[in-house]
């Protein structure tokens, strides 16, 4: 059966500034959070960093033209704070070019540029004063977001103000597996509420700026489900783990309020850290945080099933084999444990669970977004394998089948929320390339082209030509 998407329906695959640029410090880029962090011992796997990469800063013109010949239709890229004002100061014109080149490019090669502002790479000189934890920074970051909108206004229609804001304030500073590597309860609130903030603001400039921009954010998500539905531990832990990672952040940015019952539960575990969150939210921050907006971006990899108590069951996080001490980023995390349910898994130990993007989908826009008038787009999906590389007739192939059908159940899975009536108008695959997976170094490939990290050759994967075919087609 023959299965089409709707007329609307955009195309694409996703990437990040640091994850592919390289070039870090050249033409007056500076240190961002992760050049540091990756020079903590043990921070990354392999004692990786962003460097070099993919080289991107260098070879965008090829790497566009490859996206041309995949069928792209849009490119979801970010843009790097600390190459557009190094130390979060003053504006740095080669690293505006830069941007403004990779946009042309993509304009003349009939790709929509999906730009984000922020994909977790805050300049170094302000992590030193702070950084998410320090409400100056939002000042900051709207000086930022200002900048790459006075230089690309004219081309860019739509901005993404943040991806993922659950990992770049409680994964970051309060479960610490990711930089700038903090364990704290009260930072990963006070960054999380200031991110928001970062957010709202912008999206109000933007807007006032012009009104005919698609402005929205970026949030990942899990599917929480209890493994007994009818035990009341399971479930409370599902709900805990749905409200600190989904609920944190829907709720404030379509609702305009904190839910109230995990500030309860984490007041329990560190009443300190609650006060100072309290005090971090000023009157009117969570109208600024609700300001409308016209797309949400859904980032789904896997589902959690989840138990309030199971000596048998394992820890909730699967975290890389990190050497530093990391902690659980649920600031209230006693109690909740994930449940084997025998599904297949990627080369992260990640399950792969489409029918919960199905959920997923359905979920946000019946409560969130259709009420709020909000569109969705599926931002990131996508999966590490271990990838074997073969020459055959001289040209490097990888049959990666397990990531084509990775790909085609979580088409299938979006394609059955369009069905059920969910307004989805993209889908990206995470990631265009294999790249600086964070915690991960280059251990770990996601690409649907592979990354010879030694020539920078790049190679369509198997999963990239299946990819090509579908786009080709509109249809699966
Ligand atoms: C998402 C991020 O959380 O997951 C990407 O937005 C990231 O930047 C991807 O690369 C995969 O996760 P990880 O931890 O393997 O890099």
């Known amino acids: 059966m023959t299965r089409a998407f709707p007329q609307n329906f955009l195309f694409g695959a996703a990437t990040a500034a640091y994850q592919i640029e390289g070039a870090a410090f050249e033409d007056g880029r500076t240190a961002s959070i992760w050049d540091a962090f990756c020079r903590v011992p043990g921070a990354v796997i392999g004692g990786d960093d962003g460097d070099v990469a993919c080289d991107h800063y260098h070879r965008h013109p090829q790497d566009v033209a490859l996206m041309k010949d995949l069928g792209l239709q849009t490119y979801r890229f970010s843009t790097s704070w600390s190459r557009v004002r190094p130390d979060g100061g003053a504006v740095n014109a080669k690293g505006v070019d830069f941007y403004e080149r990779l946009v042309d490019e993509l304009l003349a090669n009939d790709i929509l540029p999906w730009l984000t502002l922020y994909h977790w790479d805050m300049p170094q000189a302000l992590q030193d004063v702070g950084g998410w934890t320090n409400r100056d920074t939002v000042s900051r970051f709207l000086e930022y977001a200002g900048t790459m909108h006075d230089a690309l206004g004219d081309r860019v229609n ?141 980032n789904y990899y896997h589902g959690d099933l989840l138990a309030g108590a199971a000596p048998e069951h394992a820890a909730v996080e699967s975290v890389p084999d990190t050497e530093r001490a990391v902690r659980s980023p649920y600031p209230s995390f006693e109690g909740i444990h994930a449940v084997e349910r025998g599904l297949p898994r990627t080369a992260q130990n990640w399950e792969v669970q489409p029918e919960g993007l199905t959920r997923l989908l359905q979920r946000i826009w019946s409560e969130y977004a259709e009420p709020a008038g909000v569109a969705l787009s599926l931002t990131e999906n996508g999966a590490a394998y271990d990838d074997v590389a073969v020459i055959a007739d001289g040209e490097t192939r990888v049959h990666d089948d397990d990531r084509t059908e990775f790909l085609r159940l979580h088409l299938a899975a979006v394609l059955d929320a369009v069905d059920a009536g969910v307004d989805v108008r993209g889908y990206f695959y995470w990631s265009l390339f294999d790249n600086f997976e964070w915690a991960w170094g280059y251990d770990k490939r996601f690409g649907i082209v592979r990354v010879d990290y030694d020539t920078q050759q790049r190679s369509v994967k198997d999963s990239g030509r299946e990819y090509a075919r579908i786009i080709a087609a509109r249809a699966l």
């Open 158 to 298: 739509v901005w993404t103000t943040l991806n993922e804001p659950w990992c770049s304030s409680f994964l970051s500073y309060t479960g610490g597996e990711h930089a700038p590597g903090h364990t704290s309860v009260a930072e990963g609130l006070l960054s999380a509420h200031h991110l928001l903030l970062a957010h709202g603001e912008t999206v109000r400039e933007l807007r006032g700026r012009d009104a005919s921009l698609n402005l929205g954010i970026t949030l990942n998500h899990t599917v929480a489900d209890p493994a007994d539905p009818t035990n009341p531990a399971d479930v409370d832990a599902a709900r805990r783990v749905d409200g600190q990672f989904n609920r944190w952040f829907l709720d404030p940015i379509y609702r305009g309020e904190y839910p109230a019952d995990i500030v309860e539960d984490i007041r329990v575990v560190d009443a300190e850290a609650v006060a100072r969150f309290d005090e971090a939210v000023h009157d009117g921050d969570l109208a600024t945080i609700a300001q409308r907006i016209d797309t949400q971006g859904v």
